[in-house]
Nanobody
C-alpha cells in the first residue's frame, strides 16, 4: 500500500485547509486511518483517527476545529482543518494500520510522505 498526501501549504491564522491522502489500493473498512503531525525535534502526534465505521478520535489540540473523513470510492482520506493557528504548523502524515482502533503511531503499517502546513500569524 502506498499513501500519497497532499493539500498542505501556507495559510494565515484563522484560515482553513483540506488535506487529502490517496491510497494505491482499496482501504479495508476494518483498517485504522489517521493523520499525525510532527514538528522538528518532537514526536509524531495524533491529529485524528477513524476505523470500522466508529466515531473518529481527535487530538485535544484540534478538537472542534478538525474533521477526518474518507471517500471509499476514491480510496481517499481527508482532513479538514479550520480556524488554523500558528501552532498547527507541522508536517502532516496520513497513515493506515491493518487493525481497527489504532491510535499509536508506532502501530501504523503504512505512511504517506507528509505534507507541510504552515500557519502564519
Amino acid at each position: 500500500v502506498q499513501l500519497q498526501a497532499s493539500g498542505g501549504g501556507l495559510v494565515q491564522a484563522g484560515g482553513s485547509l483540506r488535506l487529502s491522502c490517496v491510497a494505491s489500493g482499496s482501504i479495508s473498512s476494518l483498517n485504522s486511518l489517521a493523520w499525525f503531525r510532527q514538528t522538528p525535534g518532537k514526536q509524531r502526534d495524533l491529529v485524528a483517527a477513524m476505523s470500522n465505521g466508529d466515531g473518529a478520535v481527535y487530538g485535544d489540540s484540534v478538537l472542534g476545529r478538525t474533521t477526518i473523513s474518507r471517500d471509499n470510492s476514491k480510496n481517499t482520506l481527508f482532513l479538514q482543518m479550520n480556524s488554523l493557528r500558528p501552532d498547527d504548523t507541522a508536517v502532516y502524515y496520513c497513515a493506515e494500520a491493518r487493525s481497527p482502533h489504532i491510535l499509536r503511531p508506532d502501530e501504523y503499517d503504512y505512511w504517506g510522505q507528509g505534507t507541510l502546513v504552515t500557519v502564519s500569524s
